[in-house]
């Protein structure tokens, strides 16, 4: 009798431990398909000291077509790309932002790797890009 109370209970607790941990699940539904409304979407990242990042996503069929991303000064310009082309001590900017666009554009997503040479600035993209997406639900 003392060891069916003990598998019994043992029993009980397997039970209750996957019904706690069942529960404790992550809601991680980044596999479910995102559908966009049409239209042109402008989104920024945060303004920083030396300026913030810009993205104008296009939405066609509820997909991402198209991705345009700049850098912006602290004045709202767009910089000179010829300017950032991984000379002296600047990164590629002038490449990177075509490369990540395509790579976002390929994935459906802004969640992609940012460019180790230019870790601010391909965060600050993403971001805008999140932020113009969030417009487009």
């Known amino acids: 009798?003392?060891?069916v109370t003990k598998v019994l209970l043992?029993?009980?607790?397997?039970?209750?431990?996957?019904?706690?941990?069942?529960?404790?699940?992550?809601?991680?539904n980044s596999n479910e398909e995102v559908?966009?409304?049409d239209g042109t979407y402008i989104g920024e990242s945060e303004k920083r000291e030396f300026g913030y990042e810009e993205a104008e996503v296009t939405i066609e069929g509820g997909k991402i077509t198209n991705i345009v991303l700049?850098?912006?000064?602290?004045d709202g310009e767009e910089v000179d790309y010829d300017e950032w082309t991984g000379e002296?001590?600047?990164p590629n900017l002038k490449q990177f932002r075509v490369d990540?666009?395509?790579?976002m554009i390929e994935k459906q997503s802004y969640e992609v790797d940012a460019i180790a040479t230019a870790t601010e600035t391909s965060e600050g993209w993403k971001e805008a890009v999140k932020n113009s997406l969030e417009q487009a639900k």
Request: glycine fraction near 8%.
């Open 88 to 90: 002296g001590d600047r």
């Open 35 to 37: 559908t966009y409304k």
């Open 1 to 3: 009798m003392k060891r």
């Open 10 to 28: 043992a029993v009980l607790v397997i039970a209750s431990l996957t019904v706690t941990l069942t529960g404790c699940g992550s809601s991680d």
């Open 70 to 74: 700049k850098r912006m000064t602290p």
């Open 100 to 103: 990540l666009a395509e790579e």
